[in-house]
């Protein structure tokens, strides 16, 4: 994980970013000083990107969870400082955050708070596949970006695009060839956010999110923007994210159960 002392020895909670397919830690940077001091933001590096690039990223979704899980259950455990942690994951980085929360489950305690980002459900997301996976190099890129895979003039930059091929096609084998296995739900609430003009997820797949949880509701914030609403460090987003987190770590701090997320005053939809 990526580490700053912004936040390290005054953070309420903790919030773990998993990324998008084809992408780093470095997307979650800005969130680091934007959401400190009560928030400790930690993206997850994962194999194949970042500091990590000689290791072969993962082709498959329970290994990935599997491997996710136990690194971050020794990276608790280890903390002197003994706080309550949430994820996050924007798009296929929703789903592998779904399955480490149901990983790290089995057997201790999972997140506070699970945010899910520009994401089909995981059962929506399985159904899904296209085979894109098996495509040639130039047929590969050209769906991906048709699918809103890639950010703005990315294939127009020959070097980052052979860069970033091999972990696009295996992140795309791993979103393509996921299938979920049955088990019990979440016992942690479950916040869904989405672009507004996000044509990729349709707004009533987003509302089967609330299969994956026993809490209720499960609430629904929109935010200006496409697939990649979440460049940057938004102020709409950053207040939502404080609210929501901060909900999830308070009931931890008064000895109470795991909470659920606080509708947004913009008046979020609530999947009830």
């Known amino acids: 994980m990526v580490r700053s002392g912004a936040a390290r020895d005054s ?4 919030l773990v970013c998993f990324p998008h397919a084809g992408a780093g830690a470095s997307v979650y940077r800005p969130w680091i000083t934007a959401l400190a001091p009560e928030v400790e933001v930690l993206p997850l590096v994962l194999p194949g990107r970042d500091s990590r690039w000689r290791e072969p990223a993962h082709t498959g979704m329970s290994g990935l969870a599997r491997a996710a899980a136990e690194g971050l259950a ?16 924007h798009s296929l980085g929703a789903v592998v955050a779904y399955e480490t929360a149901r990983a790290l489950g089995r057997p201790g305690p999972g997140p506070q708070l699970l945010v899910v980002s520009a994401s089909a459900p995981p059962a929506r997301a399985a159904a899904s596949s296209r085979g894109c996976h098996t495509l040639p190099d130039e047929e590969f890129l050209a769906e991906v970006d048709r699918l809103g ?8 930059e020959a070097e980052l695009v052979r860069l970033l091929l091999p972990v696009l096609r295996a992140d795309f084998t791993l979103a393509e060839t996921y299938a979920p296995a049955p088990g019990p739900p979440l016992s ?3 916040a869904v956010y989405a672009g507004r003009d996000d044509t990729g997820v349709r707004e009533a797949h987003l509302a089967q999110w609330q299969e994956v949880t026993e809490v209720r509701p499960v609430v629904h914030r929109t935010f200006p923007g496409g697939h990649f609403y979440l460049d940057g460090a ?5 207040r939502a994210l404080r609210q929501d987190l901060g909900a999830a770590a308070e009931p931890v ?6 909470p659920r997320p606080v509708p947004h005053p913009a008046g979020p939809k609530e999947f009830s």
């Open 11 to 14: 953070c309420r909670i903790r």
């Open 74 to 89: 020794a990276f608790f455990r280890a903390e002197e400082r003994q706080v309550p942690y949430a994820f996050f994951g």
């Open 149 to 156: 895979g890639l950010s703005p003039g990315v294939l127009g």
């Open 188 to 190: 942690c609430p479950v």
């Open 234 to 238: 938004r102020p709409d987003l950053v």
């Open 253 to 258: 701090r008064a000895g109470g159960t795991a």
